[in-house]
């Protein structure tokens, strides 16, 4: 069992809760790298992909930062994660303090995943990303929809592929629908969703 886990803020006491039960799992971005003096320790099986709320170099120097995206085998599952997003409030934020310049993954970024999903042969199960496509951003329901260079290039990836599952947080909200063939699963803060 794989166990996803939405976005954390910085609430680690709860994230080792929901962690608990699971021997394997990878929490959604925005765990609060940057934010936290003492976050989740390392633990063997338990991963993470940063968020728009993590400071980005603090996250590669981590050993349970799977990366800022790439193809992973779980048990079962091939799976290709992408970090990463857009953050709507950053007016309000520090510039390296709360806010990283570089808290999406650049247009070559994106350029260098679709050459990955194109090149690698074998199909993909399952997405996980902080942010969503931006076809999926216009069914969560939140009025003013902004496209990010994040949502555009999921975009490009979800036009390419065709997982089974794709699983998300960021927008703090529960989520699911199928589209396409893909069942696509938001989830609200340290909700989880078990594969």
């Not at 929901?18 to 003096?37: E, H, L, N, P, W």
């Not at 699983?167 to 609200?188: A, I, P, S």
Request: glycine share 10%; charged share 25%.
């Amino acid at each position: 069992m794989i166990r996803f886990i939405g976005d954390v803020h910085g609430k680690i006491a709860d994230y080792r809760m929901v962690r608990k039960a699971a021997t394997c799992s990878i929490q959604v971005g925005d765990m609060g790298i940057g934010f936290v003096r003492n976050p989740a320790p390392v633990a063997d099986g338990h991963m993470f992909i940063r968020g728009n709320h993590d400071n980005p170099a603090e996250c590669r120097a981590r050993a349970d930062h799977l990366g800022d995206f790439g193809i992973t085998d779980i048990g079962r599952f091939r799976i290709l994660y992408v970090a990463g997003g857009f953050s709507i409030d950053r007016a309000g934020r520090l510039p390296g303090v709360s806010w990283w310049e570089d808290e999406e993954l650049s247009y070559a970024d994106f350029e260098k995943i679709l050459d990955l999903v194109q090149a690698d042969g074998a199909a993909v199960d399952i997405v996980v990303s902080h942010e969503a496509p931006t076809a999926i951003t216009f069914q969560l329901g939140l009025g003013q929809v902004i496209n990010t260079r994040t949502s555009q290039g999921l975009e490009a990836i979800r036009r390419v592929i065709k997982p089974k599952l794709w699983v998300f947080g960021h927008y703090h909200m529960r989520f699911y629908r199928t589209v396409d063939g893909c069942q696509y699963v938001g989830l609200d803060e340290l909700e989880h969703y078990d594969v």
